[in-house]
């Protein structure tokens, strides 16, 4: 079972490129996220998805952009990157709180990626 | 204000004793669910358990039990008879629930270091 699969599961870049993570799920969610974990910070919420073609910002928006053209797939987009991005992305998916029973809310998560911003 | 408050950063304890990992949150809806999460030093995220908040019954598996308080806000995790593997970071998470609905979006506490020495 893949579950949820990031990739890249590294990246260096430089200060100003560009790039865009992928998420991928085979679970058939709804709902998909993407968050980033820094020292002493826990996780937090930088978008997420409740369904195919929709997107909302959550806690800590700016400097990304996202994209889920498919129901399994979420992009996360970095148009310039900043040393502050520095940073561990997760993934997770989950069904949504309707139709999900008994494993309504659970969000499953990917490995995720350690994106170093030079 | 920080929606799950976990306190304890660290806790470093020997094999075979027992530790509590503490976890406060705060909403003001009547229904939500709580979550605990284990990271691994290989870095995927875990889930453990969801309890919701009609469901006070605490909850054993194995050697983990956990601890729901409504009166207290609280949602403590014990680790029985600790074991070497069980060194991570644990999280305990959020799930608010509006108009049935709760757009799946979690909030996590910072986490709790646990190391267990042999």
């Known amino acids: 079972n893949a579950g949820v699969t990031q990739t890249p599961k590294f990246r260096v870049l430089k200060t100003g490129q560009s790039m865009t993570l992928l998420c991928a799920q085979d679970?058939?969610?709804?709902?998909m996220y993407w968050y980033r974990q820094d020292p002493g910070m826990g996780l937090r919420l930088i978008h997420y998805?409740?369904?195919?073609?929709?997107?909302a910002k959550g806690e800590v928006p700016d400097g990304y952009n996202v994209s889920r053209l498919k129901k399994q797939n979420f992009l996360l987009g970095l148009e310039s990157a900043a040393p502050s991005q520095t940073s561990v992305y997760f993934c997770?998916?989950?069904?949504?709180?309707?139709?999900?029973?008994?494993?309504?809310?659970?969000?499953?998560f990917g490995a995720g990626t350690r994106l170093s911003v030079l | 204000a920080q929606k799950v408050t976990q306190a304890q950063t660290e806790i470093s304890v020997v094999e075979k004793e027992d530790v509590t990992l503490d976890c406060v949150y705060e909403t003001r809806d009547t229904t939500y669910y709580l979550f605990w999460y284990k990271q691994p030093p290989s870095g995927e995220l875990v889930f453990l358990i969801r309890r919701n908040s009609f469901d006070e019954q605490n909850e054993i598996s194995g050697r983990y039990s956990w601890n729901f308080q409504k009166s207290t806000s609280s949602f403590n995790f014990t680790i029985t008879a600790s074991q070497v593997v069980d060194s991570a970071v644990y999280f305990c998470?959020?799930?608010?629930?509006?108009?049935?609905?709760?757009?799946?979006?979690?909030?996590f506490g910072r986490g709790t270091q646990l190391t267990v020495w042999p």
């Open positions: 997770a998916s989950s069904y949504s709180g309707l139709a999900g029973g008994v494993a309504k809310n659970i969000q499953y």
């Open positions: 998805s409740v369904g195919e073609g929709t997107t």
């Open positions: 998470a959020l799930s608010e629930e509006h108009r049935g609905s709760t757009l799946g979006r979690l909030y």
């Open positions: 679970m058939n969610h709804e709902y």
